[in-house]
C-alpha cells in the first residue's frame, strides 16, 4: 500500500509524511538499535506493521475538541459509571486504601481517573501499539513526540515487561489499566507489592499506586480537594473582565487558557462568587491556597473554581472536559 495526502476512502485520512513509510522505518532501526533495542525485539515488534489511517482519523477528531461540555459529561459520568464506579471501590477497598495510606492520594481520585480511563479496567484497548504509535510518529502533527513515545514502547518489550502479541492499548499508544503512555510508564508506573515487576495491565495494586504516583509526581495534595462548583455574581462579564488573563499561559495552554487569573478564596468570596448553593466559601486563610476560575460551557453553563489538585488531573490529560469529568465522578464516589 502507498501512502501519500489526502483521503485514501471516506473520511478516513493517512499521515502526512513525504517520506515513504519503509525508510521511514528503516532511520527508526537505526536509531532504536543505537539506544539499546535488539533487532530480534524491533524486527518482531515491526513485523506486518504499515500506518493505520483509522489512528489518524481519531486523531484528528477528539472528543474532548469535537463534542460539548454537556454532551462529554453526560456520557462519562453516567449513572451506570457511577454506579458500576461504587462497586469496583468496595470490591477492591484494602488495596486503594493501602495506596492511599502510602502515596497519599485519596481512593475516590484514583478510582475516578481509573473510571475515566478504562471504564474501571473493562476497557483497556485493543490496538497495536507499536502499530498505533509508528503511524502517530510517522505522521507530521506532533512527530518528535510520537517517536520517544514509540523508542519507549520498544524498550518496554525489550525489559520484557509484556509480550508483543499482547501489547494492546488505545489508539494513541496508552497502556494498561490506568492508560499510561510508554513514556509516562518509565517515570510514574509503582511496583506497589515488591515484586519487581511495574504491572499496570493485571495487578490492581500496581495500577492504583502508579495513578496516585503520577498525581502525586505533579503536586497532589492530599489533604485538598479538586475544586468546587461556583454561583456567580449577576455580571458575569464584569467579573470576567476583572479575573481573565492577560499573560501568555506557560504550561497545559490548551485548557489552562480558559481559566481566569488565581486568586484566594477571600478574594473570589469579596468578588460575589458563592458556592452554587448560595453559602459563604470555605475560609482558608493560607495564602498558597487560589483557584482558578473556568466556564467549560461558556456564562451560560456551569462555573467552577478549581485548586491546585485540579491541574494535578490535567497533567493527565490537558482537557477542562477531561478534568472536570475525573472530579465530578470522584465526588460521586465519596
Not at 513514556?183 to 495513578?211: E, L, M, P
Request: hydrophobic share 35%; charged share 25%; aromatic share 12%.
Amino acid at each position: 500500500m502507498s501512502f501519500t495526502n489526502g483521503a485514501i476512502a471516506k473520511d478516513r485520512v493517512v499521515p502526512d509524511n513525504p517520506q515513504p513509510f519503509e525508510e521511514w522505518v528503516a532511520d527508526l532501526k537505526t536509531e532504536a538499535l543505537g539506544k539499546g533495542i535488539s533487532e530480534s525485539v524491533f524486527e518482531a515488534a515491526f513485523q506486518d506493521i504499515t500506518p493505520d489511517p483509522k489512528v489518524i482519523k481519531l486523531d484528528r477528531h477528539q472528543p474532548e475538541f469535537t463534542q460539548t461540555y454537556f454532551d462529554y459529561i453526560s456520557k462519562r459520568v453516567s449513572q451506570t459509571r457511577i454506579k458500576n464506579g461504587l462497586k469496583k471501590v468496595a470490591e477492591n477497598a484494602d488495596d486503594l486504601a493501602a495506596v492511599e495510606d502510602k502515596i497519599g492520594v485519596q481512593q475516590r481520585f484514583i478510582a475516578g481517573i481509573w473510571g475515566m480511563e478504562t471504564n474501571y479496567g473493562g476497557y483497556t484497548g485493543g490496538y497495536n501499539v507499536i502499530k498505533s504509535l509508528a503511524t502517530l510518529a510517522y505522521d507530521m502533527r506532533r512527530p518528535t513526540y510520537f517517536r520517544s513515545q514509540l523508542l519507549g514502547a520498544l524498550k518496554i518489550l525489550e525489559e520484557g515487561h509484556i509480550t508483543p502479541e499482547n501489547f494492546k492499548g488505545s489508539w494513541a499508544g496508552a497502556m494498561g489499566q490506568g492508560q499510561f503512555m510508554p513514556t509516562s510508564f518509565f517515570a510514574y508506573a509503582y511496583d506497589f507489592d515488591g515484586d519487581a515487576k511495574k504491572d499496570i495491565w493485571t495487578n490492581q495494586k500496581d495500577v492504583y499506586a502508579s495513578i496516585a504516583n503520577y498525581l502525586k509526581k505533579h503536586g497532589w495534595e492530599s489533604n485538598r480537594t479538586w475544586g468546587r462548583q461556583v454561583r456567580l455574581p449577576q455580571d458575569i462579564d464584569g467579573l470576567w473582565e476583572k479575573v481573565k488573563q492577560t499573560g501568555k499561559v506557560k504550561s497545559c495552554r490548551r485548557a489552562l487558557k480558559d481559566h481566569s487569573i488565581q486568586l484566594s478564596l477571600p478574594e473570589w468570596q469579596a468578588l460575589g462568587v458563592r458556592t452554587i448553593y448560595g453559602a459563604d466559601l470555605p475560609k482558608v486563610t493560607d495564602p498558597d491556597f487560589t483557584a482558578s476560575l473556568v466556564m467549560p460551557a461558556g456564562k451560560d453553563g456551569p462555573a467552577f473554581l478549581t485548586y491546585k489538585n485540579f491541574r494535578a488531573i490535567l497533567s493527565y490529560n490537558c482537557s477542562n472536559y477531561y478534568a472536570l469529568g475525573v472530579s465530578l465522578l470522584s465526588d460521586e464516589l465519596k
